[in-house]
């Protein structure tokens, strides 16, 4: 087992991973930009360093000074957590190169799941059923004859696209031009690859996801599936398991090609498969994540086992234990992402926490950074923290999720708790029919979510 870890990141993933490793008996290591020198990670970690300004790019990005400190630190290994260069390829490799271990799969993995269009033949090849579309396209005049080929509604995604990022929805040819420009420009911005390929826009579907772990010696084990469709532009804001109205005939199916695509890519760790399915069930490859995923804690509420410790213990060498969960009973887990913003225009919000209130009691969690006093930066994504819940039953899960949330007490900037609650009374939510359209349909920008007065 690794002695030290880097954690490079911030907020609640690095405080979780912190805690995991703690309990491990491995020392740790925080990095953090000058806007976060009060934060919670910065105290709870063995060692921590300052590595630049506020600025993605001078800090939590900025590779050379990570890898500075790891090896100044002496640190065998460095944990990424999501986002930020938790899918970074080349940074993965450049890891390795300077004799740390990276705790994920290889380098090689990463750039072939990331590369969509690379990933979608992987899938096809494995026998995992993928939506119709298309390979790169080389220009607007390809992507109009492919999209009169395949039929509107088409989605045109950025090759190295996450986060919702580089995605564009087109309805009518009219719309096409102009959805291609702005894609390619917002993949070149966000990932500094415009490239983009084309699928068959899929309505009234569900996003479902299957959470899985590998070991070095071909080891696959399925924990569970998330279902994730409520989402606001793409970024999820409610994900629980098991997925509502889904049979078990297809729940072992999903968990097969699961498996295939994940022994055909040759994975280690932690990884989540995604798929999107329609209301006859049949379900088609969307993605696969090569990280921790935010909602990891709705599956270490259903299963038990710690994620993140299995993580670590996967990336020294050690053989998973455990086979496929599938004996989920009649519990539910369900996790909603408390965000810092505004409940009327849904922008971000920032400033000091004067008043925390967090609820307790059997089968609740809070992950968060949050403590009195701490100050709530404009600098970084929103998130501040994950409510999870897990309840002997789906309708108890949603009962204690509304108990937990009204019991929850953040002054000093806004938070999106009411949002939740709005969104739980909805009938789609509470009978599992809800799909992917639902937040769009019923909360747009010109119809916000009720607020609290």
Known sequence: MFQKILIANRGEIAIRIIRACREMGVLTVAVYSEADKDSLHVALADESYCIGGPLLKDSYINEDSILQIAKFTRAEAIHPGYGLLSENAAFAKKVVENGIAWIGPSHLVMDQMSDKDVARALAKKAGVPITPGTDI??????????????????????????????????????????????????????????????EKYLTDIKHVEVQIIADEVGNVAVLGERDCSVQRNNQKLIEESPAPSISEKTRKKLYSCAKKLVKACRYITVGTCEFLMDGDENFYFCEMNTRLQVEHSVTEMITGIDLVKWQIRTAAGYEIPFDD?????????????????????????????????????????????????????????????????????????????????????????????????????????????????????????????????
């Open 137 to 198: 396209l080389k220009d607007e005049k390809e992507a109009q004859k492919a999209a009169d080929k395949i039929g509107y509604p088409v989605m045109l995604k950025a090759r190295a696209g996450g986060g919702g990022k580089g995605i564009r929805i087109v309805e009518k040819p009219e719309d096409l031009a102009h959805a291609f420009a702005a894609a390619t420009m917002e993949g070149e911005k966000a990932f500094g690859d415009g490239a983009l390929f084309m």
């Open 325 to 453: 969960f599938t004996e989920y009973g009649t519990r539910a887990a369900i996790e909603c992402r408390i965000n810092a913003e505004n409940p009327k225009t849904q922008l971000p919000s920032s400033g000091k926490v004067e008043l925390l209130h967090i609820p307790g009691g059997p089968g609740v969690r809070f992950d968060t950074f949050l403590y009195q006093g701490a100050t709530v930066s404009p600098f970084y994504d929103s998130l501040l923290g994950k409510m999870i819940v897990l309840g002997g039953s789906r309708e108890e899960a949603i009962r204690k999720m509304r108990s937990a949330l009204s019991e929850l007490v953040v002054t000093g900037i806004d938070v999106n708790t009411q949002m939740h609650l709005t969104l739980l009374d909805e009938e789609e939510f509470i009978n599992g029919s809800y799909h992917t359209d639902f937040f769009r349909r019923k909360y747009d920008v010109s119809r916000s979510v009720k607020a609290s007065e």
